[in-house]
């Protein structure tokens, strides 16, 4: 992903800069300039326009069609299937290496898969166009329209104003106004993208920080020194409570939904993963690593003097002061809160129980998730704001800002997911795993979670997500456990991308606030990295044998 942490749009360097750099001129003064002064300028210009990086994706497929043979002690059709998925291998080479070196735009090389498909042989260009479209990627185009209205009409920062103010204390206790921004931040993370609630959130946390000093520059250091302390603490706590309150349901992150796409790719006959379902099991799984995240601030960046030099600059009074400002609530952002409220009561109550069934029965459960947040993302085109004459609550100019490159992101993972099972690749990658046939799912869910945790921190969750899920699906079928033991394992380990900036977007915007340092991100993520391993291992073969029947063997 874009290492920046943005989002949407090309950046100006993108179109102002030329494809070659242009020729020396041709004067004098370059006939004096030495040869190695020309060949190097030459160097700069190619790794300023990332030429190597765009390269290494070509390289890389044309190196594993020459050098790869998945054929061996294989003929005739067995040779020729091996042959696609040896040329998979090589378009996911391709498009990985554009992932992780930013070569080119997230979002161009997230569409490199409906070119490179076809060339390949791996699936026909309609095939591959079809899978950058379903209900899974319509549920999350209507939750960033969604979110982008809550930005617009700032509910976001009134909620955070309130909530921060009422744990703030009188005096400041740090423990308790940790509490309030952290939890604020992992309530909006459970119903927007963790990525855009980590971008709605940081103004809020930064603009409290504001308020504190920063830096040296005179006065009583252990002050100074307590100040510090805490501002990481806020920065950290934004960036972890956006991932963490996004495990908690479909619509927090696109690691969840990309699991739901494979998981109805890869097992069409068992039992969908829904809302409803999803929320119970990692919501549970959320608030113990909330919990844990909580503590281990409070233990690392809080002592008993940091109330007492967090008094002298920030108090409650000041909180409702800036809230006061917004005033009170207005039509329009009641009427955005309850199109929001609304979407969340469908989405709980569109699936119920196997006794009790919701209201998408009602049209023989031809509706998804993504159906509902459409139609409500709609209304916001329909209801009047009652601002402006004929303005609606939401217009299209609005929308400029939607994070088009998740978007077609996520169509990049589901299009792989299903390059992987047509060519047959998955199943000779689950090969390599075969050590885990016969072993408890004490050792299954935290090996497959390691895995993709390992992996989560180089990459975007959502591409880990993308490579680990195919591989992980047919590895169930070959060692004939469940694979909800090895998918949802997987999905979670890949959320764990605690320890580094390139490991989510998240991770970059609170790294590039300047208040922390990857030493802070490694001290403070590995501990909630080990208890988010530890909580799953116990959660999967109890709640999660409930709630995805994995004691049933395949």
Same mark, same amino acid.
């Given at each position: 992903m874009d290492k920046r942490g943005s989002f949407g749009g090309s950046s100006s360097d993108d179109v102002e800069a030329p494809l070659l750099p242009p020729p020396p001129a041709r004067d004098d003064r370059a006939k004096e300039r030495p040869p190695s002064s020309s060949s190097s300028s030459w160097v700069r210009a190619l790794l300023a326009h990332r030429y190597p990086a765009v390269a290494s994706g070509p390289a890389a497929a044309a190196a594993v069609c020459l050098l790869v043979d998945l054929s061996v002690g294989?003929?005739?059709?067995?040779?020729?299937?091996?042959?696609?998925?040896?040329?998979?291998?090589?378009?996911? #080479?391709?498009?990985?290496?554009?992932?992780?070196?930013?070569?080119?735009?997230?979002?161009?090389?997230?569409?490199?898969?409906?070119?490179?498909?076809?060339?390949?042989?791996?699936?026909?260009?309609?095939?591959?166009?079809?899978?950058?479209?379903d209900d899974v990627i319509s549920l999350v185009l209507g939750s960033f329209i969604l979110a982008l209205a809550i930005e617009h009409y700032q509910i976001h920062r009134r909620l955070a104003l309130n909530i921060t103010s009422l744990f703030c204390g009188d005096p400041v206790r740090p423990p308790l106004l940790l509490l309030g921004i952290t939890g604020t931040t992992f309530f909006v993370s459970m119903w927007?993208?963790?990525?855009?609630?980590?971008?709605?959130?940081?103004?809020v946390a930064t603009g409290?920080?504001?308020?504190?000093?920063?830096?040296?520059?005179?006065?009583?250091?252990?002050?100074?020194?307590?100040?510090?302390r805490f501002s990481k603490a806020v920065v950290l706590g934004v960036v972890?409570?956006? #991932?963490i309150g996004g495990m908690a349901t479909l619509a927090g992150t696109g690691v969840n939904i990309i699991l739901v796409g494979m998981w109805s790719t890869y097992f069409p006959e068992q039992e969908p993963i829904t809302f409803s379902s999803w929320m119970c099991f990692g919501l549970p799984m959320a608030l113990i690593l909330f919990l844990a995240l909580w503590i281990t601030l409070c233990h690392m960046y809080c002592s008993n003097n940091t109330g007492k030099a967090l008094s002298a600059h920030l108090d409650r009074s000041h909180l409702r002061r800036e809230l006061s400002l917004l005033g009170p609530m207005v039509f329009a952002e009641k009427m955005v809160l309850a199109?929001?409220?609304?979407?969340?009561?469908?989405?709980?109550?569109?699936?119920?129980?196997?006794?009790?069934p919701?209201?998408?029965?009602?049209?023989?459960?031809?509706?998804?998730?993504?159906?509902?947040?459409?139609?409500?993302?709609?209304?916001?085109?329909?209801?009047?704001?009652?601002?402006?004459?004929?303005?609606?609550l939401m217009d299209w100019n609005k929308c400029r800002k939607l994070q088009w490159d998740i978007i077609l992101l996520l169509g990049a993972g589901f299009a792989i997911a299903e390059g992987f099972r047509s060519s047959g690749l998955?199943?000779?990658?689950?090969?390599?795993?075969?050590?885990?046939?016969?072993?408890?799912?004490?050792?299954?869910?935290?090996?497959?979670c390691i895995v993709s945790g390992v992996i989560t921190e180089f990459t975007s969750d959502d591409a880990t997500t993308t490579l680990v899920l195919p591989l992980f699906a047919e590895l169930a079928k070959a060692i004939n456990v469940h694979p909800a033991l090895l998918m949802v394992s997987g999905a979670v380990g890949a959320q764990l991308s605690y320890l580094l900036p390139t490991g989510s977007p998240s991770n970059v915007i609170g790294f590039s606030t300047g208040h922390i340092t990857i030493k802070d991100l490694v001290i403070t993520g590995l501990p909630l990295k080990v208890v988010g391993i530890a909580a799953?291992?116990?959660?999967?073969?109890?709640?999660g044998s409930q709630l995805f029947c994995t004691d049933s063997r395949f």
């Open positions: 294989a003929g005739g059709a067995h040779a020729h299937a091996h042959r696609e998925a040896r040329n998979m291998l090589a378009v996911l #080479a391709w498009v990985f290496l554009w992932w992780v070196t930013g070569a080119v735009p997230l979002a161009v090389a997230s569409m490199a898969p409906l070119f490179l498909f076809p060339l390949f042989g791996v699936a026909s260009a309609d095939a591959v166009a079809k899978a950058y479209m927007i993208h963790n990525t855009a609630c980590t971008v709605m959130m940081m103004p409290i920080l504001q308020r504190l000093p920063r830096g040296g520059g005179g006065g009583d250091a252990g002050a100074h020194e307590e100040v510090r972890y409570a956006s #991932a199109v929001f409220g609304g979407l969340i009561v469908l989405w709980m109550t569109r699936n119920l129980t196997g006794d009790i919701g209201w998408g029965a009602l049209f023989h459960n031809n509706v998804g998730d993504g159906t509902v947040t459409i139609m409500m993302a709609t209304l916001l085109f329909i209801i009047p704001s009652r601002k402006n004459k004929g303005e609606k998955t199943d000779i990658l689950s090969d390599g795993l075969q050590f885990l046939k016969g072993a408890g799912t004490v050792v299954i869910v935290p090996v497959a799953l291992t116990i959660l999967m073969p109890t709640l």
